[in-house]
């Protein structure tokens, strides 16, 4: 869906509900003395139909496949990084395809 800004690409929604639980078992842990479990969260990833990016990706899927799940990832990695610390293997992915991502420029 076109949101207002075109230069966002995408915006990633976090389920309430899940960001609820996460916390509960979070407060749960630590009041147990226990190690903290990971709740999964729930993501919903909304893409801006009204972005350059979002119409290059679509362009680029009759033409390079490879290059729009390139783009594609690092739009989803870039959302998921405003709500969360990368883990140290996604940050490693993260980096090789950003590089990758410039190579192509």
Known sequence: QPLK???VP???NVSEQSMRMAEMMRMYAMSSGASP?????EYTLVLNTA???FT??????DTDAQKAELLATQIW???LLTHRK???TEME??????FALLELL
């Open 10 to 12: 995408a915006l990633l």
């Open 37 to 41: 479990m990971e709740y999964p969260l």
């Open 77 to 79: 990695t870039l959302s």
């Open 51 to 53: 972005s350059p990016l």
């Open 93 to 98: 992915q993260f980096l090789v395809k950003s």
């Open 5 to 7: 800004s075109e230069g």
């Open 56 to 61: 290059k990706m679509i362009s680029l899927l």
């Open 86 to 88: 990368l883990s140290a």
